[in-house]
T-cell receptor
Framework: DGGITQSPKYLFRKEGQNVTLSCEQN?????MYWYRQDPGQGLRLIYY???????QKGDIAEGYSVSREKKESFPLTVTSAQKNPTAFYLC??????????????FGDGTRLSIL | EDQVTQSPEALRLQEGESSSLNCSYT??????LFWYRQDPGKGPEFLFT???AGEEKEKERLKATLTKKESFLHITAPKPEDSATYLC?????????????FGTGTQLKVEL
């Protein structure tokens, strides 16, 4: 079955540590996205990528980094510079960013907590 | 500033009691409105895309409608399995392409 796989489901970070969240898709989608979800707030865009080897900052990129070396993969690193990393992180993909009506499809998320 | 507001924040219904969820938006250059369902601990599941005022989409007990200022998600004769958080999102025209602005969701609980 085609879909988006995020791993791990739960992740714990120690002070000063960088952690990487995995996102893999087999939908052959060009565009991929990372969102952060906090209680009482809408999903907020961290980074997005429209094509391999290219990505752009979203609304809350500070303290995060990404790479897009393969079409299927878009890992997110939460660095020690992100002072409030506890949240539910969601990865999404879509056919392309230039097609208005195509929805984004989401993985089942990674919940990151501070130790 | 582009804004998406969903109401109510939470809604409790009895099984079979129909109701509507609201998503109002103030954006310039709307390029689509999307409805998603999210179960606890899961990612959002796509339900509908609405593109122009007057458009309607249906799926089982759900019907989504769109005006120039808001969208409604009508739930007819809901069942307990319809309990979830319903999110709406709008796509606006930017240089960055298919970027969405999400509302904070309506948490629906359907009881027997």
């Amino acid at each position: 079955d085609g879909g988006i796989t995020q791993s791990p489901k739960y992740l714990f970070r120690k002070e000063g540590q960088n952690v990487t969240l995995s996102c893999e898709q087999n939908l052959n989608h060009d565009a991929m996205y990372w969102y952060r979800q906090d209680p009482g707030q809408g999903l907020r865009l961290i980074y997005y990528s429209q094509i391999v080897n290219d990505f752009q900052k979203g609304d809350i990129a500070e303290g995060y980094s990404v790479s897009r070396e393969k079409k299927e993969s878009f890992p997110l690193t939460v660095t020690s510079a992100q002072k409030n990393p506890t949240a539910f992180y969601l990865c999404a993909s879509s056919i392309g960013t230039g097609i208005s009506n195509q929805p984004q499809h989401f993985g089942d998320g990674t919940r990151l907590s501070i130790l | 500033e582009d804004q998406v507001t969903q109401s109510p924040e939470a809604l409790r219904l009895q099984e079979g009691e129909s109701s509507s969820l609201n998503c109002s938006y103030t954006v310039s250059g709307l390029r689509g409105l999307f409805w998603y369902r999210q179960d606890p601990g899961k990612g959002p599941e796509f339900l509908f895309t609405l593109y122009s005022a007057g458009e309607e989409k249906e799926k089982e007990r759900l019907k989504a409608t769109l005006t120039k200022k808001e969208s409604f998600l009508h739930i007819t004769a809901p069942k307990p399995e319809d309990s979830a958080t319903y999110l709406c999102a709008v796509r606006i025209f930017t240089g960055g392409g298919n970027k969405l602005t999400f509302g904070t969701g309506t948490q629906l609980k359907v009881e027997l």
